[in-house]
């Protein structure tokens, strides 16, 4: 047997320890989301606790490796060579597509992802033997591939998104008009039985998901099986005494409540999913060592359809590598960010992260107008006191996206709907209830306000979508991998190795820099802010000067390049600025202490800041525009008028970035000084071309693009010296005594 298929294995080996990288910090969201989102503990302490779960779901693992040995096709009909290709096939399918939504910051599933990467692969492999085979077609396709798993999967996504996201909305919405925003005081009383139940939930969520297979057939489990309601009644019970005497010394028991969710969901998804990660390549393992025995490549791999427990110690060494990539993954954290920026109380950021879509619109008009008839039915007395249920109030003073509450019911939930679709065997999968879950929970406590409802909605349906895409893009990854590595041989082998290991490297090493500055700027305080300003402005102003002049002079020379150039970097230099426009609330909260006039002369540079960009990118887009049009150049009269505007403009612009430099504002007079001329220099160049057009002297496209230039130049000078001004006063009142704001 050639020594490729040791090379192979080894592949594979590797393979597992990424494919486990990049699944846990997938997954990951699932079970730590609601503890991060509520600030239940530290992130010490949550990843401690999900932790302890994951390596107890490891070493009890259901051992569901027969998905990946026999769930989507037959291995009796495929040789060992064949099945080796199909395995690679699907582990680089697998690894490529879960890093790409990894990058994305999206969550999708791991058990679609590995199911359409076994289908699409496996159907490869039974294309290349159908047409090897003279007395086979397309017919014969069903006797080698198990279809009916696939459609369980579809059925699951459209079923977890509708129940998980209408039960999320409905527990979360009653247990807020029971407990409301303030819930302290009625908590005190009722919180342990309440809290009794969700963790009955739990506990009922962990037995029969997470450990189901250790404790199938004990005769306690058969017993609770048969008494299940007496059963959870007692459960409920004595968690509920359990909590309440807890409850009295003062400890709080919703942090309890939270943390055993966690657990319990690491436990599941470490026992259930792990199948998702090392499956192919332990059956890869298994596949070779039978063959490794005969010697023959080409032997019938029959044998797969024998199930065998996977080695205990290669579940033990799985739950490490799962463990060590909990505590280090900085995606894990991106993916989380996405479900909680679309969970969170606040109202901010959802904007410019998501945007808007005609869809999303339209389905707040009609909610809004739903709203209004139900409001016309409802009693106002009745209306205000609901109202009040949900007037949102951080009594916790946690700063948290959502306060225990929230978190309690969506771990609740989630735990709820997947053991009772365990015990009921009906698929559902565990990314899509927790996420939805979410979702529909921060829909009922009103999170989803006018000002963001409808760039969330675009959010949720842009991951929904995603999670459709998830099917369709690993079954067509997996196929073309699957047909290039069966017909390509060696060299297709080869090529791919290197591809998807640049992918890895690349995502996962080289951007680390990217993501530390991301880190910075989150961590940054209120000197990093002022300075981060101050530097922005410098480097604007420095941009748009040379922005300005290549334009000028590129429409001078009719180069369309370097117009195309110019737009790109005008553009983004507006969409950073209006970035941190759009940021503005955060910041201003996190410079509460300063005085309002430094507060206002903040807003005041901004705003400047956005507009003079505006400008410069209403100059560079109708130039470029016009070159590329191939419209004619402009005449020698608007070229040499143009110049000499050019001239004063960079003077201007010179003295400018100098004060912004230097942070030395003596010679602001003398701007407004240059100013003045400028704008007196461009009323005249405006009444030349105007005389020229009465005297049809002028090309009607040439006068219009050398008006909006005019004008446009006017525009971005003023806003620039109107910078300069609020910039001097910012920085002077950030030197002088403040009146604190309370």
């Known amino acids: 047997m050639s020594e490729i298929y040791t090379v192979i294995v080894g592949i594979l080996g590797i393979l597992a320890i990424s494919g486990l990288f990049v699944g846990v910090t997938n997954d990951a969201v699932n079970f730590l989301n609601s503890a991060i989102g509520s600030k239940a503990a530290s992130m010490r302490v949550i990843l401690l606790v999900a932790s302890a779960g994951i390596l107890i779901g490891v070493i009890t693992s259901s051992g569901m490796m027969e998905v990946a040995r026999n769930g989507m096709f037959d291995p009796g009909l495929f040789t060992f060579h064949e099945v080796m290709m199909l395995y690679l096939g699907v582990m680089f399918a697998n690894i490529i597509l879960l890093d790409l ?7 999708t599933s791991t058990t679609v992802s590995l199911i359409f990467c076994l289908l699409g692969s496996a159907i490869a492999v039974s294309i290349y033997k159908i047409a090897g085979d003279p007395a086979q077609g397309v017919s014969s396709l069903g006797q080698y591939i198990n279809t009916s798993r696939a459609m369980g999967i579809v059925s699951a996504i459209l079923l977890s998104v509708v129940i998980a996201f209408t039960c999320g909305t409905v527990v979360m919405y009653i247990s807020r008009v029971i407990f409301s925003f303030r819930y302290t005081a009625l908590f005190s009383r009722y919180g342990a039985i309440w809290c009794g139940a969700s963790l009955t939930a739990i506990i009922y969520f962990a037995v029969f998901k997470g450990l189901k297979t250790v404790l199938a057939g ?15 009644l007692i459960c409920w019970t004595a968690c509920s005494v359990l909590l309440y005497v807890i409850q009295r010394f003062r400890i709080n028991i919703l942090r309890i409540t939270i943390l055993s969710g966690t657990f319990a969901l690491a436990l599941a998804f470490a026992g259930n999913d792990l199948v998702n990660f090392i499956g192919v390549p332990v059956a890869g ?19 797969l359809n024998e199930n065998v427990p996977a080695n205990f110690l290669v579940l033990l060494a799985a739950g490490g590598v799962m463990i060590a990539t909990l505590w280090t993954s900085k995606k894990s954290m991106h993916v989380s960010a996405t479900e909680l920026s679309l969970s969170t109380q606040s109202d901010e950021g959802s904007e410019q992260q998501y945007g808007s879509s005609f869809f999303s619109r339209t389905i707040v008009r009609a909610a809004l107008n739903i709203n209004a008839g139900v409001e016309r039915v409802i009693p106002r007395r009745l209306r205000t ?6 007037e949102y109030e951080d009594i916790e003073h946690s700063g948290a996206p959502y306060d225990m509450i929230r978190a309690t019911v969506n771990l609740t939930t989630s735990a709820l709907l997947i053991a009772l679709a365990t015990s ?6 565990t990314t899509y209830v927790s996420f939805m879950v979410a979702m529909g929970s921060s829909l009922a406590d009103r999170a989803w306000g006018r000002e963001s409802a409808v760039y969330r909605i675009s959010g949720v349906m842009t991951v929904v979508a995603g999670w459709f895409v998830t099917a369709l893009g690993g079954f067509l990854i997996a196929f073309v991998v699957g047909l290039a590595l069966i017909y390509g041989g060696i060299p297709a082998f080869v090529l791919i190795t290197l591809l998807c290991g640049y992918m890895i490297v690349h995502s996962n090493f080289l951007k680390k820099n990217k993501e530390a500055a991301a880190t ?29 002049d290549r334009t000028l002079i590129a429409v001078f020379k009719e180069n369309r390049k370097v117009l195309r150039d110019m737009v790109k970097e005008s553009n983004d230099l507006f969409y950073q600025s209006r970035e941190r426009k759009y940021t503005l609330l955060p910041t201003l909260r996190k410079l509460q202490g300063g005085d309002v006039n430094t507060a206002h002369y903040y807003v005041q540079v901004v705003d400047y800041l956005n507009e003079m960009t505006k400008a410069l990118m209403h100059i560079t887009r109708p130039a470029f525009e016009h070159i590329d049009n ?3 150049g402009l005449s020698m009269e608007q070229t040499r008028d143009l110049m000499s505007i050019n001239d ?18 003596s010679e602001i007079e003398t701007v407004l000084t240059l100013r003045d001329q400028l704008f007196e220099s461009i009323a005249e160049a405006i009444k030349s071309e105007l005389t020229r057009i009465n005297e049809a002297r002028s090309n009607t496209k040439a006068s219009m693009l050398y008006l909006t230039i005019l004008n446009e130049t006017k525009n971005m000078v003023l806003q620039s010296r109107n910078l300069l001004k609020s910039q001097q006063y910012f920085l002077r009142h950030r030197n002088e005594p403040k009146n604190w704001i309370k």
């Open 101 to 107: 939504y990894n990058s994305w910051g999206l969550p």
């Open 218 to 232: 004990h005769d306690f489990i058969q017993t609770v099986d048969r008494h299940l309601a007496a059963a959870v």
């Open 285 to 303: 393992f298994d596949a070779y060592s039978i063959a490794h025995r005969t010697g023959d490549a080409s032997m019938l791999m029959g044998a």
């Open 385 to 390: 006191a609901i109202a009040k249920r949900f």
């Open 424 to 429: 009921l065997k009906l698929p559902l999968s």
């Open 520 to 548: 910075t700027r989150r961590a940054e305080t209120n000197e990093d802010i002022i300075a981060g300003l101050r530097d922005e402005v410098c480097s604007t102003m420095e941009n748009a000067t040379r922005i300005y």
């Open 630 to 632: 191939n419209h004619e």
């Open 648 to 665: 004063d403009v960079e003077t201007i612009y010179r003295r400018i970035n100098q004060m912004l430099r230097e942070g030395d504002f």
